[in-house]
DNA sequence: GAATGTGAAAAGCTTCACAGCC
DNA sequence: GGCTGTGAAGCTTTTCACATTC
């Protein structure tokens, strides 16, 4: 890893780098250059070999990089390399998903809490964990250590859910009710919300029907920054 | 609307403003100043005013912006005066989420289809609709005239759903599946991807607890873009 | 007095183009 | 010949500060 900044931007991609190496080690591929790279997740070239060189990436001029080295590299550098205990609180459709969610196990994030302010919910057994009374939450966050929350309430409990997570010492909150979180700067949160990305797929598809006139001029890009129109 | 391009990242925000202006609408607030929606919202005041210029709102200079009035504007940018068709492709425990996400609705996203390739679940009854084969995607996407198409398969198969929704005629995707889609250009696509976003979060955590020099400085943003620390 | 809307400056990010290396 | 890593250029987005309006 590096000693200097890491933008922002490039924190993001580092995922989607993940997720498109995995699958060349899995078809074989050792060695790959940045070209090959961006078919594979469709960033462009040179902004590949420029987000990796902010980790202090090891390519080699000439062949490229070694796939499974790479791999290690970035996973290390967004903290994978170790098991994170995470907490979830709402465990109604949305919830009950995530909590079966391989994906989250499989990238070391391993669920060790459920809860839900639904009595009816209470007491529910999923695999080996069992869903708490969200009035839980600030004894065994302690007691588990967690250190990411999963907010998957309705928008009405999430701030509520939020502050006691914060309060008992959560400092990293993945956050699906669409409201807008108020927390400590201290706190990071992503906001997830499944509305807004159709309003924003809404409109492009209104662009497209009746562009006004000349639109959005920005070329092809990929995870989270869609993809615009010409013209 | 406006005669001028509008930036990618106002458009991603706007969603933002229609929740914050409706919470503040059902309070009965009929007039806000940018500096209150900033702290309803978490973007700041002046990035809210320069947002609402590019739509060519109207706030009036020492009173503020008709809350109403707002709420409507943004609402016709965003194409959301009208209702807009949707298929989901895939029903199993995040599909069948999404399908009975009330958010949808509520927003003018109608679920006119839904789609699986699991022969257990086709025929199951869900509202007014049934589950179809995937098979069915070319014939039932055409027939019901869908503009936007959600991808809530395994990974395995998210590539030739997307496939086939866009050579239906689909233009607008939301992919859920942790796979890069490749799409010809003029079909817009929006990734989420849980598992980046609890890797941001991993990253995030890991800054903080070793944090090997001075790291990301940004200040607090929100929604889809983290807060970041300081130092 | 209070708040908007916007030039202008600053910051941040992406792309280009190429020197250097295999 | 092929590919990386990076200065420099270009572009987008954010922030500042204030003239203008109510």
Redesign the interface.
Known sequence: ??????P?AT??R???Y???LK?LAETGTRLISSQRLAA???VEAPQIRRDLSHLGAFGTPGVGYDVNGLLHEISH????SRT?R?ALAGYG??G???A??P??L????RIAAIFDNNPALVGMRVGHLEVMHSARIPSMVKELDI??GIVATTGSSAQEVADQFVASGV????NFA???L?LP??????????????????????M?HAP???????P?V?????????E
Not at 1 to 6: A, E, G, L, T, V
Request: proline share 5%; with cysteine.
């Open positions: 890893m590096r000693i200097q900044r890491i922002l924190i993001a580092l995922p989607v993940v997720q498109g699958s594979a997740t469709g550098c967004l903290g994978l994170w995470v459709r949305l009950s998903a995530l079966a969610y994906g989250f499989e990238r070391n994030f250190e990411i400092t990293s909150l993945l669409p409201v807008t108020t700067d201290r706190v990071v949160v992503r906001n997830i919300d499944l509305a807004a990305e159709m309003q924003i797929l809404s409109f492009h598809e209104t497209r006004p006139v000349p639109y959005m001029v920005k092809a990929q995870h989270h920054v869609s993809r615009w129109l010409r």
